[in-house]
Each structure stands twice: as C-alpha cells, then as structure tokens.
C-alpha cells in the first residue's frame, strides 16, 4: 500500500472522516454542488465560519480543509516575469537554497552576507536582509492546481468557452484549494531543475491553470456525466457528505459519482483520493515544452536536488509527488486514463474554462497537505522509482506516460481568444510553488550550525545576534547576559516610536533569569558586598553593573540607566586607568560580567528578618479514581527515594527543605510524621469550609530524622485508601491547607498536589462542568479559558504574598477544568503537569521523570522581578506564570529554572545609535538553602535609525515565541479568529515594511523576505495553526487550557520545537559518528516508506516506521524483522545488544535530556490509526482543522502583502 493510503479506519478522534469508506458522503451524484471552501483565512473567500464552529456535519477531523484560495491578483502578479523571491535564487538545491545565491537587493552590499562571528569592531550584520529567492521560476502564486479540472463532460460548445474565459478573471483567480503547491499538477511533470531560474515569462504549452479558487460563478455549470473515480464502491449508502456544509453558492463541484468501481482498476485503488483521474492528455502528452529546456518526457529522478517531490514531482505521477490528496490516480498511469471526452479538445481540460478545478478536501475526502491521507505518493528522496510493489498501482502500462509541457502562470495579456484546436496549447499556464523553492527551516538551522557552532559567542560585542537556539555553542560572558539567559526580537532596537510603529517588529525580550548551563560554562558568581549591600544608582536604583561610567577618578559614578551620579562608598573606591576603568575591573563580575548574583542583606527580607529554609508539601488525592489508575501507589512509592533528592546548593550537603504530607477526597487528612514517633498520625479535618492545619509540631520535618516515620506513613496511605468508594473530591481547600501551614512555619515552599478528578464536592471553590464544544469558535468562546469562579485568583494572590508555590499534576479520565485549576499554579511560578486517562504501565515512565525533575529542580523560593531600561524606552507589557500587584514588579511564589517571563518594551523617548539600549533583570530570591540573593542579567543591544538595520538583526525564533504568548493571552479576551486575524495581519506589515523600505525595487509578483525573517510565515502558519488557536473536533478544551498555560512560560528553544517539531530520519543514522542525521522538512512529502523517523516536539516522542522498512533495520531497532509484528503500544525500546539499538537509545536519552517535560515514546506504524496523530505534527502540511499548508500560507501572506503595499 501505498503511504497515503490507509486502510479506512475509524479516526482516533472519534469523527467519522469524509471520503473514508462507510460514511455516506452527499455531494457526489450527478448533483451540482455549489463548491466553495471554507478555510482558515478570510482572504481566502472568508473564515469558514462552519469551521470555528467545530466540525461541521460530515466533517472529520482529518479532512483537511481545503486552504483558502490565495491572492486575488497572485495570478497577474506574479506574472510570469516574477519569480518568486524568497530571499534566494538559483534552483534549490535540498531545502532553500544557500544564502550565497546570487542576491539582489539594495542596501546592502554582497559584502555584508556574513556567514561566521561578527568581527568584533562593529555590530555583526546578519546576512544581508533579503536574498530574492528565485528558485527555479517558482511563481508566488499557489499551486496550481492543474488537475485538468472538472472532470466531467466539458463545455459543450466553444462559444461557452469562450464565455467562461471572458468571465474568468484572470487577474484574480486564487490559488488552488490545494494551496500553492500542494494542487495537483495536471501534467505529471513539475519544471525540471534544469530550467532556468527565469523561464518564467515563456509561453508554454500546457493545460492553464485558474488558480485555485473556484472561478466566479458566472460559468455555466455544465451536467456532468458521471466519471468513474478511482475509488472502488464506498459509499453504497450515497453519496459522501462534501466536507463542509458552507460552500460558496455558484460555483460547480465536480461530482463524479463514486458509487460504482472505476471500470480501469487493475490495481489496489488510492483510497482517499478524490478526484476522478484525469483525462488523459492526448494531444499533448509528447509535447516538448517549448522553451523550457529539455523536453520533460519523463522528468528523470525526481528533482534530486530538490528534496521529495512535493506533490507535484516524481515519478508514479510523473512530477506529482502525492497527488493533491483528493485527486485521482496519476494520470501517468496507463490504466487509469480515461477517454477523451467527446467536444472537447483532445488536450487536458483547461481549468480556467470548465468551472473550478476539483477542490481537495471538498470532494469529501480528506485532503491532507503534501500528501496526506490515501494520496499517490512520489518517490521519496532517495528512491528512484515509484515504490516497490506499487509499480503504478498495478498499471500494466510500464514505460511512463509521456509529460505534457510544465504548466506556467497564466498571463492574462496573452490569453488569446479560444479555438477549438489549439486551446490548450496556446494558454500559458502557471506553476505550482515547489516547497523545495520556498525557506527552508532546516536549510536555515543547518546554516547556522556551520557559521556559528564552532567558534565560542562571545557576548561582549553590543548589539550581536546569537547562534539560533537550534545549535549547539558554547558562550563566553564578557559583558552581556548569555543568550540563554536573555533572548531578544531584535538585537537593533529602532531610534524612535514612529519606526517602530511602522515596521511593527516587537521589541521584547525572553527572560530565564535561572536558565541552567551546560558544562563547560561557569555559572553567575555570587559577590558579597558585605553588611553595605549590593552597590546601585540613587535614583533609578539600578545595580552596578559594565554600563556604570566612573569619573572623577572613580569617586563617583554615572549611571548607564538614568545618567543620575552617585557616590561611590569608600570600601568600594578603587582608582581608573588611563581608559577611564576601573582598575580592578576584571576582578569584579559586576564591572565585567552580563551576569551575577549578590547576597542581600536584612533589607532586602519581607518584614526585615531573613527568611527560613522552604518546605514541600506533598497533597495527594485518595478519591476512588486515583486509587484504581495506581497514581496513589506510584506516588508513595517513589517518595520514598525521591526525598533524597530534594534541591540543595551543595550537593555534599544534606537539603534544608523540610517535608509535610496531606491526602484527601472531601475531607483533608494530615499526617504528624515527627521523628519521635513509632508510627504516623493521622489527624482529619472535615470542615472544608473553614480550612485550618491541626498541627504544627510534626507536620513539616526533617527527611533524614524523619525517615523511618516517613516511610511507613508512604507504605500504609495506599493501603488505607485501597478499597475506598469515595468519588468526590474538594481542591480550593487543599491548596488553603498546604497555604495555612507554610504560614505557620512562617516559611515560603512549595505544594505538590497530585489530583484525578473536577472538585464537585461541597466546599470552597467547588466547580461545575462547564464543558461545551458549542461555544467553541463563537465569541463566547473565550469565556471556556477563563476562570469560572473568582475564588481561585483570590487564593493565588494569598498564595504569592507567603511565597507559596503550587504544582499541580492532574490524572483527569475526563474534564476537569483545567482553566480554572490552573490559576493558581499559574500565578504563583507554578507547573500544571496533565496525564491524559493515566495507566500505570504505560505512562508511568513519563509520570515519575516529571516528578523527580520538579521535585529536583534548583528554583527560588518568594521572587520579585524588575525589569529597568534605559531612558527613551520602558518596559510594557509581560507574558508569563506569575503575579502582578503593581506595573512594575513581577512576583513569583516560585521561579525554577525552566520558567521565562517574557517582556515587551515601548518607547517613551528617542533613542541614539551611540548608546543604544540597556536593559537590567533584577530578580530578588530565596534560594533552596534560605540565603536571600538578587540575581542580575544586563543586556545591551544597538539602536538604528535605518528599517534595514532593524530588519538586518532579528531573531524570529523569538519573536515567534512572543507572537505565540501575545496570542494565547489574547484568546482570555477576543474569539480566537480575531486573534489569528491580528497574527496575520501584524506578520504582513512586517514583511510590507520590508519590502516597501529595504528591499531593491522589483516586480509586485515577487514575494521578497528579509534573511532574517524569511521563516517567519513557516512559524507564524504552526502557531496560528496550533490547537490553542485552531482546535480540531479532537482537541479537548482542557488540552487547550493546559497548553495555552504551558506556552506561556516556554523558552525560545522549547516554543521553536513545540511549534515546528524535529523529524530525523534514523534510516540515515550513522552508529560510527554518533552524529544526529540531519533533520528533514515537517512534511509527509518527506517521508520514505521505506524509512523509520523520529518526531520530536518537546511533549511527544514518535518512531514512525514505514511499511516497507527494511527487514534489518526493523531487526536492529525492534528485534523482528517483520512490520507486520511491530508492537505499536510499547512505549520503551528494547534493549538489543547492536550498535544501531544502542545508538537510537542514546539519542531518544539525549533528546529526552534536552527538555523541561520527559517525552514518551510511541511507536506510528505507517497506515496504522496513530498515524493520525503523528501527521498533525507534520506542521508544512494542510491539518484537518483547516489550518493551511505552508506554501498557502505563504502566498496568502504574499498576497496580504501586496494589499498593504498597494
């Protein structure tokens, strides 16, 4: 079977999907149906508001929408004498092209493309902002999607062709459905490499293409006789639902019946795809493609250079790849051609003339991006031939069909008025956007490893953007803080507001002010000023740190901050050299260093005393549900190592954190666990209502004097509760608990709640299930991510005041509210940790490494954060789990090492491009062993007065993460198409900005990114597809609330894999170099059947193994050389005594490592139902909640763009 083809399978998710056998589909018969495709963007013909709504009728969670057709002029535009200009030219050789490719574009020189570290004198330039990107003649506009069209009898006469081309509207047709480059091509062939970069403008021969959107209804609709599909009888109960109930009134939907096999089956038939094959293109198919190189007969390999044919390159389809998932077989195929239909040209059906081309996804089949579902697969990379077993799907034919010519754009001067024997011929048709001719994130990772992976970054160099956060450096403080403390959206700040308004770039940075290091760095060095305290600016209060300028022989010091001068105390004078530093410069972190803690003194203490050690208070739910599931056995079980590893400061000191422990279902029960006595106590407090702790003494200890009580406390709760009936359980009051004891204590710390079910009991805080899938899309929608009763955020603000921290690990069966649950965690540092229909032995493993990395973790203890600038800018604005009493000061209960805060600033004066900008993090804490210290990081970037210097020195990872937060806190206020809206058009001044200020003058058909900022829409698609913002029918709103939580406090390099997962292919992996093998592009286009890949994102873990995997490879990893004998419900890898075994554990080990969450493994077996699951990370391509692929992306934004301009 082919990789798109599944086997019909009920979707995981429980939706039926259209298009997969058993579902009667409506929409196929002879009947015209008004086609029209609802989408994602409203550009594209408008939000299908059926989608916000949750799925329509019929629509199944994996029936990709069909993305919204494009840009009303993208056909003119990008007429044939634009190529598309991605920043780069030259045809691609794997990914996007290299940067060096040829470059045109004004400011800069082809000097300034900088591959390795800045030079030290000046602020390093990135590489020259824009690079056009001609990949080979790749035309903006979408894919064309040439499906020869509507299948179906043509148009009767010529004087209706005629009629239809005047009514079509050349100049604005949109993109296919498909989107660009993902419509299926109606010739086998996509231009071959060897075309020259522009042949864009030469008439070619070939089936025009209207690009993509339906045409306008003014043509005549046409009955259509019934064309057999290449599906075999589905639907015997009639015809399948179209995939959504909004179609656009007057436009014709092809309709080929699918009740009856296709008469030239001779082969297992495609089984999703959903448009009946082609007409053959008789008349054409030997036709030498006039002036674009050799003729294109068969295409040779598979562009080779230009990765996996993407849907529309390669063999079986000739150039197609997966044909446009609703397509029919190939044409190539011998056995799947059709007659010519009588009246009509023998050549292909032009689309622009016979109605809209056949829509992916509407024919009621799941169309998927690239490839999805059921779709004719192209070779994979590396293959030179269709799949073994799949020659042509049982073709007889075995030489392939002979290609029609490349299809061009259409341009509409050169429409020349139909006739009837030269039609098709004559019509210059349009390309389809090859992905490999579009920004390749891992073109642009690789890029980067190789420029800036070998040498250290030093941070002394103002205004220096880092390596991404994809590669691996090491980093060297002179100066500034470490980008892994401190990452910026731009390293060039602009000189005023009026250029930031207009350029609309966000100024923020990402701050992890206890970001641990690797190794081979030194962490910050703590100084100790003594019982003075930490020396600062008298009036903006600002701490000493390289930006301070001494003068007057060093009696006195400026501020960098606020230029105010202040005395330097006498313990701290020391004399200037010649430079005008400090002698002693270089012995002082805080003269020398970005980052660096001081020890504090009384002063800095709540209430002027110095603060206790912390405590951790474990409350665990004894309710019956968290009894069956085992997570009350497993948690007492490992609390009785884990407790040896609580957080300490020296690993060869025991930990001064003490320890209390509480259960509950309705009612709470402590436990006096003093050292003194021979067995716990068990003391139960069944007033929820008014919570109060019944002991002080014993109930927070001591784990060494402890020990013995401790441990037989944790062996008899699971008994205890073993046959417990209890259902209900409270929540408010167990937090109120963990509070008033640590109030006692008179301590800060930190609550472990480990909780199954919603808090329906009695008692404060008490919640009802306010679950409805009916208010998703609406703009009431909002309300379901807010709080449903105020008391929560009433007890964070208690919670915050006394340095209580919460952790909450839920084991939810169903909803549980996480909305409301998680306020509290949320506001005061905390984590929200979520185990889905938790089973002991499968997610066990996750379970524990989560808990004993939170539990382990260095964090401080009662945080305040402040943020200080320099004068002309101020901080706004910040995104994060924390709490806020005034405007300036962040406070966290707890802050650990994996939390940010995210801060945006905002001019409140100019800027000059001598001082640039400074910004100091502050942040005041108590560390595990009960020291108070401050915490410093010291940033410094450029100021420009020029757009291209700003654009010059970004850093989009960041600014996705910050789009991404901005976003996700908007949707509390705004109905999340409002908030995608913004996204978009926000993303598109960007890029007009751009173009309209930096990039060299050029055709409006050209799509010109900054280098930068090139994979800005690649991200920018993820994020607005992401299921916070675009939920498929699947998507519970728990997982909703909890991811929203969870991105909040995410750092740059966890939101870039959450949001555009890492796919290795572990068929290319090298057991000698124990190098990774190179990632490849988040594409089911780039994924060999033959092959077995690695998708990571930070909370999952995939092993997708491809059905025809090599036996050995399959023996290496799984230990049974057959596909077939596969578990795909193990979640751990056995531990096979060879080096590829060895190896592939080591790397799941190291990339486990690398992130906050510990990820679990599961195994996709390629056509199996999993494989659902895994493809919504394929993140290029369309998803079945109607979020566009990425080349639809980039021409809608293509065409956003040229709005703004124009």
Known sequence: MNVNQQPHMASPYGQPQPGYQGYPQPGYGGDNVPSGYPAQYAPYNGPGSAYQQGPPQGYSPYASFPSKTLTTNLVSDLSSSSPLDLGMRGPPTSGAPPVSGAQNYSQFGQGETQNGPPPMVAPPQRPPVSQPYTPAAVNLPGPQPTYGQQYGAPPVSMQQMTNQMASMQVGSTAPSPAGPGYAPQSF???????????????????????????????????????LPTSQPSAFPAGPPPTSTPSQLPGVIQPQPPVSQPPPYHSGPPPTSTGF????????????????????????????????????????????????????????????????????????????????????????????QQNGAFGQVRGPQPGYTGPYPGQQNYGAPSTAPAPAPAAPKRLDPDSIPSPQASDMPPVQKTRHRIDPDAIPSPIQVIEDDKANKGSEPFTTGVRGQAPPL?????????????????????????????????????????????????????????????GESGPIRCNRCKAYMCPYMQFIEGGRRFQCGFCSCVTEVPPHYFQHLDHTGKRVDCYDRPELSMGSYEFMTTVDYCKNNKFPQPPAFIFLIDVSYNAVKNGMVGIVCQELKTLLDYLPRENPDVESNIRVGFVTYNKVLHFYNVKASLAQPQMMVVSDVADMFVPLLDGFLVNVSESRVVIESLLDQIPEMFADTRETETVFGPVIQAGLEALKAADCAGKLFVFHSSLPIAEAPGKLKNREDKKLVGTDKEKSLFQPQVSFYNTLAKECVAQGCCVDLFLFPNQYVDVATLGVVPTSTGGSIYKYTYFQAPSDQERFLNDLRRDVQKQMGFDAVMRVRTSTGIRVTDFFGSFFMSNTTDV???????????????????????????????????????????????????????????????????????????????????SPTKNV?????????????????????????????????????????????????????????????????????????????????PRLLPLQKLDVESMTLPMAVRDSEERLSRGGVYLLENGLNIFLWVGVSAQQELLQNIFGTPAFSQIDSNMTSLPALDNPFSKSLREIIESVRAQRSRYMKLMVVKQEDKLELIFKHFLVEDKNNNGGASYVDFLCHMHKEIRQLLS
């Open 188 to 226: 086998p062939q996509a231009p071959p490499v060897s075309q020259p970069p522009f042949s864009t403008a030469q008439v070619q021969p070939g089936p025009t293409q209207s690009y993509g959107r339906p045409l306008p209804s003014t043509q005549p609709s046409f009955p259509r006789p019934p």
């Open 276 to 367: 009946p094959p082609r007409p053959p293109f008789h008349g054409m198919q030997g036709l030498p493609m006039t002036s674009q190189g050799p003729p294109m007969a068969s295409q040779g390999p598979p562009m080779a250079s230009q990765g996996p044919p993407m849907a529309s390159q390669g063999p079986p389809m000739g150039s197609q790849g997966p044909p446009m998932g609703s397509q029919g077989p190939p044409m190539a195929q011998a056995n799947h051609i059709l007659p010519t239909q009588p009246g009509m040209p023998p050549g292909p059906i032009n689309t622009s003339l016979s109605g809209p081309p056949p829509q992916p996804g509407m024919q009621g089949y799941p169309a």
């Open 469 to 529: 956060v994809t590669t691996k450096f090491q980093v060297k403080d002179q100066g500034n803080a470490s980008p892994r403390y401190i990452r910026c959206t731009s390293y060039n700040m602009p000189c005023n507001s009026d250029m930031a308004k207009q350029s609309q770039v966000p100024l923020a940075a990402v701050i992890k002010p206890l970001a641990p290091l690797p190794p081979d760095e030194t962490p910050p060095y703590l100084v100790d000023h």
């Open 891 to 973: 406070e966290l209960a707890g802050l650990d090492c994996d939390k940010t805060v995210t801060v945006e600033f905002k001019h409140d004066d100019k800027l000059s491009e001598e001082t640039g900008a400074l910004m100091q993090c502050a942040v005041l804490y108590t560390s595990c062993s009960g020291q108070r210290r401050l915490r410093i990081h010291n940033m410094a970037v450029n100021c420009c007065s020029q757009l291209a210097d700003l654009y010059r020195n970004c850093e989009t990872d960041t600014i996705i993460n910050y789009f991404a937060k901005y976003a996700y806190r908007s949707i509390l206020s």
């Open 980 to 1060: 995608r809206d913004s996204l978009m058009n926000q993303c598109a001044q960007i890029l007009a900005c751009y173009r309209k200020n930096c990039a060299s003058p050029s055709s409006a058909g050209q799509l010109i990114l900054p280098e930068c900022m090139k994979l800005l829409p690649v991200y920018l698609n993820c994020v607005l597809k992401s299921d916070v913002l675009q939920p498929g029918a699947d998507v519970s709103l728990d997982d909703r609330a909890y991811l929203r939580q969870l991105v909040s406090t995410m750092d740059v390099a966890e939101s870039h894999v959450f949001f555009y």
